[in-house]
T-cell receptor, first 107, second 114 residues
């Protein structure tokens, strides 16, 4: 299972773009990269998944460089409601989540 | 309709008691999971069932026993509860035990052992 490293916390203000980078140096060839969001008192929610280059959906974008040893989740124009913990996951179905990145959005 | 529902939402009990947490999913998924989240937000997988068959059994005390009567249900029974069992327990489901799609989580059961 590829280990991931991401910042413990990030602060931002409403309307800004938030970029969270996750390192996964020992990612395997067939591993996907998946990001989840967790609000207080709720279970994690799937945000986005990618294998290489760029993936975009209505919530976020995921940038993956050619070597796939890192990935960046981009949240455009955040609002207060984007305050949550964001988890980066790589690998097989034994998906145990690390501590994630706590993103705090301020007015 | 709630996709993954677990009951109860809160559970306060004394040490030594036996308790169960129930989970049901109406997504038609084949795979279900139990996770434990500690106070530091680490979410660790405990068990996984695929089509009622146990496929993941992490290092969990024998006091924890999952039961899957059918594909849509995965219950967790805990015997002789200890203080260290206090945590939030999440049930989740997915189409398959792979990386092809995301997991859908329930809203969690906060277990407090006193």
């Amino acid at each position: 299972l590829a280990k991931t490293t991401q910042p413990i916390s990030m602060d931002s203000y409403e309307g800004q773009e938030v970029n969270i980078t996750c390192s996964h140096n020992n990612i395997a060839t067939n591993d996907y990269i998946t990001w989840y969001q967790q609000f207080p008192s709720q279970g994690p929610r799937f945000i986005i998944q990618g294998y290489k280059t760029k993936v975009t959906n209505e919530v976020a974008s995921l940038f993956i460089p050619a070597d796939r040893k890192s990935s960046t989740l981009s949240l455009p124009r955040v609002s207060l409601s984007d305050t949550a913990v964001y988890y980066c996951l790589v690998g097989d179905y034994k998906l145990s989540f690390g501590a994630g990145t706590t993103v705090t959005v301020r007015a | 309709d709630t996709a993954v529902s677990q009951t109860p939402k809160y559970l306060v009990t004394q040490m030594g008691n036996d308790k169960s947490i129930k989970c049901e999913q109406n997504l038609g998924h084949d795979t279900m999971y139990w996770y434990k989240q500690d106070s530091k937000k680490f979410l660790k997988i405990m068990f996984s069932y695929n089509n009622k068959e146990l496929i993941i059994n992490e290092t969990v005390p024998n006091r924890f026993s999952p039961k899957s009567p059918d594909k849509a249900h995965l219950n967790l029974h805990i015997n002789s509860l200890e203080l260290g069992d206090s945590a939030v327990y999440f049930c989740a489901s997915s189409h398959s035990p792979g990386t092809g799609d995301g997991y859908t989580f329930g809203s969690g059961t906060r277990l407090t052992v006193v």
